[in-house]
């Protein structure tokens, strides 16, 4: 599920210490007959933070998780992220999430008053048999009044233009549980459009969704790019990496590379990312 959290401190370089709330989905069966056409607008302009990983380490037990990561995200790109499982990506947003302790420092440098950031996680386990609805679901994610009061007029329209964005308005109606985990992701990617982030942080958001929902979540990439905002996104789909994203960072404990999708994804890289010992950064 999506999260959003504005973070205020005083100056616009300032430290990440947020916890934010973590939710996603599971598996789709959409068809490809069902590929949703978006006729919402365009989103507002924003402008996406800098974000900097300068010599992060996170060590559990006798247990290095991450060594000395260092790079940098620039703003407005999509900044993609990829390695071996347990090569320490998502120990690496818990740790911009303020979720586990790390040495380094991590910052964002954010181009006036600080904003707001979205949080895509991986997985969401809930009851399917609760009787909420997509609407019901929005308004206890989107809003303060309780979501058995419906929906506030304040979020009301926002929520309407973001799951019409992801094909899934004329579903309002339906019951969570009743809808496909492609569907479900589309509702859940519906989240980070309420408010709209300045950064937005993606893990693996592509594994649940079928056909229709991954053309769904390529057209919100260009979507969040044309708009200025920042997102880092975790992925193994490294097809989809090289079509999509703007530059790419390979983790296995350690920054092995960090370049343009071209420069990145040659045989010899991978090679050496999914190796068990990777040998040397480059």
Known sequence: MTAKETISPTTPESPVGASLLAKASSQSTSSLNDTPHSRAGPLPQVSGPTLDFAEVSLTLGRTTILDKVTFQVRPGSVHALVGPNGGGKSSLIKTLLGQMPHQGRLSLQWPGEPGTIGYVPQALEFDRGLPMTVDDFMAAMCQRRPAFLGLSKHYAAAIGEALERVGMQDKRKRRMGALSGGERQRVLLAQGLIPTPQLL???????????????????LLGDWRQSGITVLWIEHDLEAVGRL?????????RVLFDATPKQALTPERLLTLFSTHPRSAA
């Not at 942080?201 to 057209?219: K, N, Y």
């Not at 994203?245 to 404990?253: H, Q, S």
């Open 245 to 253: 994203a703007d530059r790419v960072t390979g983790l296995n404990r």
């Open 201 to 219: 942080v993606l893990d693996e958001p592509m594994s649940a969704l079928d056909e229709a929902g991954i053309q769904v979540f390529e057209r």
